[in-house]
């Protein structure tokens, strides 16, 4: 196991293909990159069942028993043990994680779910009736842009 810290973005693929297993143990986490980037490296995964982890396991139930409740150490040493001991569960998982990410988040998606999003929580923030050109019209007014 390699902690790592501060390794510049572009130098990631290259460390993710370095391994033959990434270990992602964490008890809060809304929805990990790292995780993102090690599966579409194609890399086997251990990690915590937190999340957005749970779309995962819902989506591929086989990919899905890699995710562990973050409270059973056990069940975490026990798929890191199998993975070590199997290259064909290590290339089966690593298979699989990508095949999901290249499914389910593209850049394309990723974007279009960051905007849609956004766009959730500015409505959720706007005045109950106020149309959202109009209320962006008067933003417009109001810090002297015309429009």
């Not at 890399?43 to 915590?48: F, G, Q, W």
């Not at 982890?53 to 591929?60: F, G, K, L, N, W």
């Amino acid at each position: 196991m390699i902690p790592l810290a501060g390794v510049p973005y572009e130098k990631m693929p290259q460390l993710y293909n370095a391994c033959n297993a990434f270990f992602f143990p964490s008890r809060h986490e809304a929805s990990s990159l790292a995780l993102l980037e090690a599966m579409a490296c194609g890399l086997p995964i251990v990690a915590s069942r937190v999340g957005a982890a749970m779309t995962i396991v819902e989506r591929d139930p086989q990919l899905g028993r890699q995710f562990i409740p973050s409270w059973e150490p056990l069940l975490y040493a026990d798929r890191l043990q199998a993975l070590a001991q199997s290259a064909t569960l290590r290339h089966d998982i690593g298979v699989r994680g990508r095949r999901y990410v290249l499914q389910y988040h593209r850049l394309k998606q990723f974007g279009d779910s960051y905007v849609a999003l956004l766009e959730r929580a500015v409505w959720a923030h706007r005045p109950h009736g106020v149309a959202p050109e109009a209320d962006e019209r008067a933003h417009l007014s109001a810090s002297g842009v015309p429009n």
